[in-house]
């Protein structure tokens, strides 16, 4: 159902304190990722509720790993259960 992702994705929803969260953790981390903000981007909102099944934020994607409405504490552990995604994505 997914498709590989060069680039990952976070999708956030405009004014989301959850979003901000995740954006500053990624950035401080050094990660690239493009942003899609599902309020103003319907496509980009249809493509989030494809993967996760619903419609909260922050959600994010990167080839098969797909993480949805998470918390960073969240994400880390997420990324834990996934090593080889960590180690792409610098964050091992």
């Known amino acids: 159902m ?3 992702s060069a680039k990952p994705i976070l999708y956030i929803k405009s004014g ?3 979003c901000r969260e995740a954006e500053n953790f990624l950035h401080s981390k050094g990660v690239s990722y493009e942003v899609k903000d ?3 981007d319907p496509a980009a ?4 509720q494809q993967l996760t099944g619903q419609t909260l934020t922050p959600s994010f994607e ?3 790993f797909v993480v949805a409405d998470f918390s960073v504490e969240e994400f880390v552990s997420a990324l834990r259960k996934n090593p080889k995604v960590a180690q792409e994505l610098n964050l091992a």
């Open 38 to 40: 599902v309020l103003i």
């Open 16 to 18: 989301c304190p959850w």
């Open 45 to 48: 909102a249809r493509r989030m």
């Open 62 to 64: 990167y080839r098969d």
């Open 2 to 4: 997914t498709s590989p």
